[in-house]
């Protein structure tokens, strides 16, 4: 967390004891941590304790005009790394859910362009409230990242789900969150589609049958690196990843790219977020769930080794590599409690592809398999010839340019979000051919 900045709002409960702890643990792991009080968080911590904390100023008020004149509302909002809300109470999440700005707090988390992570603590019965569960789920919805509760005894003397996580567990979620970095991007402007186009749309350039959909794409190598020069890697261009996070989001889809050491522009529309290794790409692909469908097209490397904190030298012999396993990013997804409805991975094989491709269906526990023959020149090419493995068997869809095979899938996937079955056969095209 070396030189991250931390912008900490918080909120008014019991709990707000707990963010004194987790400044310190920021500092202490190399962050910087400014303040923003809440008039209820005042009646449990002083500014000053914060001040202390922190060695930086305390921001209370939206009507400070010395803090207004030194540094305004908007770029304090805007010059941290990340947004904390420690705690969340039901009320703030509430009004950052509606988007209420009615003081400091809430018109900067209005206001603010950077990631936004929040840790709740209410009563138990306040947590399960289903204003709250909607407002969780909303709120999650727009890229908010809340963390799961503790479960334990409550200050009111009841006990269930509604403990603030401890400051060493919230400490790991920010350097996890941390651990990507994100792009943001403009939004691609949309024309919803008439009632006559209510259905999810199949044709080449109809756009509205993913819209208030949210899909995670990850695309191109992970790199794992040897020493800090060397890596371990792989040939993947990211270009059939791209294309497929470009044609989501022309059918309207919220698209979360996770990508990983690629030379390629970003897709409009399209929230991209950058990636070295294996373990980032995990993290990342988890801070942005929930969604209703991730399409894993992304080579990860299966193996990492302990990488040397000097360049290996030549004359020192070949080296010995101690090689651990890399997470699996697709069957944890498969057994995420976060897991999306409909679950896409890639298979990229030499040979015998289907059968592989079948067995790894079964084994990685997800909806569909794209398995497709890389023995020639299509890791870096800019065609591909794919088959479609689902329950209800094997299509095989003709050599295209992957943009056409991005098209082509990303219609399948609007389909099966509209309520058709996802395991059945591809919707014809305009000509009456399965795609």
Request: glycine letters at 10%; one cysteine or more.
């Amino acid at each position: 967390m070396n030189g991250k900045r931390i912008l900490l709002v918080v909120g008014g409960g019991i709990a707000a004891y707990k963010s004194c702890e987790l400044i310190r643990l920021i500092r202490k792991a190399g962050g910087s941590v400014r303040c923003v009080l809440t008039a209820g968080g005042s009646q449990f911590v002083t500014p000053m304790t914060l001040a202390a904390l922190s060695e930086q100023p305390v921001h209370t008020s939206l009507w400070d005009l010395k803090d207004e004149v030194e540094m305004g509302h908007i770029q304090l909002s805007r010059e941290a790394d990340l947004v904390v809300v420690c705690p969340a109470t039901a009320d703030l999440m509430a009004k950052m859910a509606a988007g209420i700005a009615d003081d400091l707090a809430t018109t900067l988390l209005l206001a603010t362009d950077k990631p936004v992570l929040a840790a709740p603590a209410m009563n138990v019965r306040m947590w399960r409230h289903d204003a709250t569960v909607r407002n969780v789920a909303r709120l999650r919805s727009d890229g908010v990242t809340i963390l799961d509760p503790d479960e334990g005894e409550m200050a009111c003397g009841e006990f269930g789900p509604g403990r603030l996580p401890e400051p060493e567990a919230i400490l790991r979620a920010i350097e996890t969150r941390l651990s990507v970095r994100a792009e943001p991007v403009e939004a691609l402007s949309l024309s919803v589609p008439g009632e006559e186009k209510s259905g999810p749309s199949t044709g080449s350039g109809r756009t509205g049958g993913l819209i208030g959909k949210h899909v995670i794409v990850t695309a191109g190598p992970t790199h794992e690196p040897i020493d800090p020069v060397r890596v371990i890697a792989n040939r993947s261009s990211g270009k059939q990843g791209f294309a497929i996070a470009e044609a989501l989001a022309a059918l309207g889809a919220r698209v979360t790219l996770v990508a990983g050491p690629v030379a390629l522009a970003s897709p409009a529309g399209v929230e991209r977020i950058d990636v070295e290794t294996a373990r980032e790409m995990d993290a990342a692909v988890e801070a942005a769930l929930p969604a209703d469908a991730a399409v894993l097209v992304a080579a990860v490397a299966d193996w990492r080794v302990i990488p040397s904190p000097a360049k290996l030298k030549k004359a020192e012999g070949a080296p010995r590599l101690d090689w651990l396993a890399n997470p699996d990013i697709l069957a944890g997804l498969a057994r995420s409690p976060l897991r999306p409805s409909l679950l896409v991975g890639f298979a990229a094989e030499t040979g015998d592809v289907v059968n592989v491709a079948q067995a790894k269906r079964a084994t990685k526990g997800c909806d569909w398999i794209v398995a497709n023959d890389v023995s020639g020149d299509v890791m870096g090419g800019d065609r591909n010839r794919v088959h479609l493995i689902t329950a209800a068997g094997v299509e095989s869809w003709e050599e295209g340019e992957k943009s056409e095979v991005a098209r082509q899938l990303a219609d399948r996937i609007a389909a099966a979000l509209g309520g058709r079955d996802a395991n059945g056969p591809a919707a014809p095209d305009s000509a009456g051919e399965a795609r």
